[in-house]
Each structure stands twice: as C-alpha cells, then as structure tokens.
C-alpha cells in the first residue's frame, strides 16, 4: 500500500525522522488556520500518490491567509496526472540550504537491500542515475547487521555531503532503515532530504510503501487503509478478500494464480481485447470465492464478455466447475462468460459446465480460444436480456 506524503510523514515521525508538524485538510478555510497555526511563510501540499507535484503546481508557498486561502481553492480539486487533489498537507515553509536524495528498498536482483544517498536531491532521481550516476552513492545492507551507525558514516563519507552535516545525515539514515525494516515498508524514500541554514536536517517530503503482507502485524495501519484511493470495485473486492485491480477494458478476467491472471491478461491483449480488470483466486478456487468474483465483476459496467482461466492442479477442475455452477446460482450475470478449464481433471469439469446447457455459458479447452471467444462475445456486445 502507497501511503500519501502525510501519512508517510506520520510514519517517519513515529521512527524519529524529523519532519516539520502541520495537518492534512480539504477545506480551504482549514488551511488558513493551519497555516496560522504553524506560522507563515507557510507551504501547502497537494496529497496525491504520484510525483512531481511541485512542477505541476500542486505545492505552493504562502506569505499570509489572503494566499493560504488562494492557494488552497487553486490546489483541491486540481487534477495532477490524472489524480484529483482531494486533500492538502500545510506545514510551516522551511528554508532550505541544500537538498538530498535518501531511500531504501528491496534490490530484487541483488536479493538485499539497497541504500542510496545523493547530495543532488530535490530533483527525480532517474534523472540523476542517467545525467550523473556517479551523484548516488549505493550500498547493498546484509539483513543479519542492519544499517549501522558505522555503516552510515561510511555511505555518507562517499556521498560529497558537507562534513558538518555528516552525522545528522547518517542518523537519519539509520532511523530510515528502522522505518523500513521494523516498519515492514517495500519503500522509504526523502525527497529531498533538506538543510537548513542553521544546518539542521530534515525531511520535507515523504515516499512510502508498505508490504501489504504484513498487515496482519499493524493494526495501526488501518488509519492509512480508510483513506487509500480505491474505486468502487476494487472496495468490494477488497471486502470479499480477492486479490483485485481494476482496468479499463470490456474483458472480465478471472485466473487462478497471479501468474496465470498476468497471462490472460497479455492474451486477451494479443487477440485484439482489452481486460477490464486482473483477478487472482489464488489457490482453492471454490463457490464462495467464485461467487464474490463474479459479483464485483458484475458491478463493472464495462463488462462486456467474462473470461475464467482456470488450470487444475492440486485445485481440480471438476471442483472448479462445481463452484462456478454454484455461483451462478447466486449471481445473474450481465455478461456472457467463457470458461477455460485445463489440468487435473478438466474433461470432468468441462463437462459440468456443458451440462448446464446455456446459451451464455462457452467452455474451451484452450487460453487462446478461449480469449478469442471472449473478446469476440465482448465486441458483439449482447445484450443483458439474452443472459440466462
Ligand atoms: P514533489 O514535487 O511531489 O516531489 O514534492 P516535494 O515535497 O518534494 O516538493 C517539491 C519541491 O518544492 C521541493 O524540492 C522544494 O524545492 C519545494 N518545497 C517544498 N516544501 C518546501 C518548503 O517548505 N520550503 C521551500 N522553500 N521549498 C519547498
Ligand atoms: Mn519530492
């Protein structure tokens, strides 16, 4: 889960990472109050999950309330990258002396984690690794030491970084890594990490991703969940516990398996379709699930054809079909639907879809067929009427 840069704030703060107090509001009267509150010359922050904010106009330093207040009605509701702003972050403008560039993450390919550091900061980073890529320093941390305060030393040292503010850095650095591993963050990253010029350091933007899988561990994370930007299907799936992403297509997917759902997706793709969503079962794809699948696909307006791509291992697919014929029992769909059973046990299983002998209902044998004739339903374009 991305967390919104206030929410990140919060998470850093609560690691010991400096950050500059404020609150996060979506009326524009609130803002000139926090704003007063913290003291001008304030800066009030677009909350969107997408970078670049600044450029396109989303954060805005202010003098007075007369420009709080203009600041505001301009920056909520402003569209940044396809983001609505529905909130903003005020804080008190800091002065800023230099900017840096901090994060940890995951190196899949090294299978341990990364640290970088730059002294050029405040700008996107990809942009630093292309033009200058000598600017980042990079060191992988086994998990057995952690980040060190030595191991910080060392980092910051090779980073060109003011010797003054050597020590405020690799602090943070350490607490950064606190945040990540005992936080169970997928990514922490400060951009920029400020110095002022009294030559405090400090973080003035926040980049958080929490692992999802660790959720079961910080009942405290549920705050961050109530405001996540979800859609109305992707709520309801999350409801039902399915493993959900809405897209914009006419295709209803439905796989067993992440892998599998990735490949129909490229498949319905390949066959001159387009997905409306991807939808993992993942293992034991039994009625209950099978229903709530169905239901939150039929909530999809878009839907015009639905594809089940299903390949039966220890999962049988005469099970599978005796799910799906449940399911339909529940759900009255509003789209025809193709099911593609394969693996252990699929002439059974296909044979129980047959047997239920409606006009809506298509059985295939193969992936490709099977998204052939799903997007070939999904462009006719049946009406709902015609669905059993
Ligand atoms: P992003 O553009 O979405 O990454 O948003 P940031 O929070 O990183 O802010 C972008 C830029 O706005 C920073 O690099 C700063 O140059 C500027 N900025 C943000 N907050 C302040 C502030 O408190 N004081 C000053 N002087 N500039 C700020
Ligand atoms: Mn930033």
């Not at 990809?126 to 980042?136: G, H, K, L, R, T």
């Amino acid at each position: 889960m991305d967390l919104y840069e206030y929410q990140g704030k919060q998470f850093f703060a609560s690691y010991g990472i400096p950050t500059s107090p404020g609150d996060v509001t979506s009326s524009p009267e609130r803002v000139v109050e926090i704003a007063t509150e913290v003291g001008y010359p304030a800066v009030v922050k677009a909350q969107v999950q997408v970078g670049g904010r600044g450029k396109a106009g989303g954060i805005k330093l202010v003098s007075n309330p007369e420009e709080a207040l203009a600041a505001a009605r301009s920056i909520l509701g402003m569209d940044i990258k396809g983001h609505t702003v529905k909130k903003v972050w005020v804080e008190h403008a800091s002065d800023i002396a230099a900017e840096y560039y901090a994060s940890i993450t995951l190196d899949r390919s090294a299978k341990e984690d990364l640290v970088m550091l730059s002294e050029q900061g405040g700008v996107e980073i990809e942009s630093v690794a292309q033009s200058n890529p000598e600017a980042i320093v990079r060191r992988h941390i086994n998990p057995i030491d952690g980040l060190t305060l030595e191991i910080a030393r060392e980092i910051v040292g090779a980073s060109g970084i003011p010797s003054d503010v050597h020590e405020g850095v690799a602090e943070i650095l350490v607490k950064l890594y606190e945040a990540y591993s005992r936080g169970d963050a997928d990514l922490v990253e400060i951009n920029p990490l400020i110095v002022t010029p009294e030559r405090k350091v400090h973080a003035l933007d926040a980049k958080v991703t929490l692992d999802d899988n660790a959720f079961y561990r910080h009942p405290e994370w549920d705050e961050f969940r109530s405001a996540e930007e979800l859609d109305g299907r992707e709520r309801l799936a999350k409801d039902r516990g399915l493993n959900y992403i809405g897209l914009d297509g006419s295709v209803g997917i439905i796989a067993n398996g992440a892998g599998l759902a990735m490949s129909t997706l490229d498949v319905v793709n390949q066959v001159g379709g387009s997905a409306a969503n991807f939808l993992d079962l993942g293992g034991g794809a039994g009625a209950d699930v099978m229903t709530a699948a169905l239901e939150v696909i039929n909530t999809d307006p878009n839907v015009r054809a639905v594809m089940v791509n299903i390949f039966g291992g220890i999962t049988r697919c005469d099970d599978v079909a005796r799910g799906i014929v449940n399911a339909l029992e529940k759900v009255t769909l509003s789209s025809p639907i193709v099911i593609r059973l394969d693996g252990t046990n699929a002439p059974e299983g296909r044979a129980i879809i047959s047997d239920l002998n409606s006009e809506a209902i298509f059985v295939e044998s193969t992936m490709i067929g099977a998204a052939r004739r799903a997007v070939e339903l999904a462009e006719k374009g049946v009406a709902s009427g015609d669905i059993r």
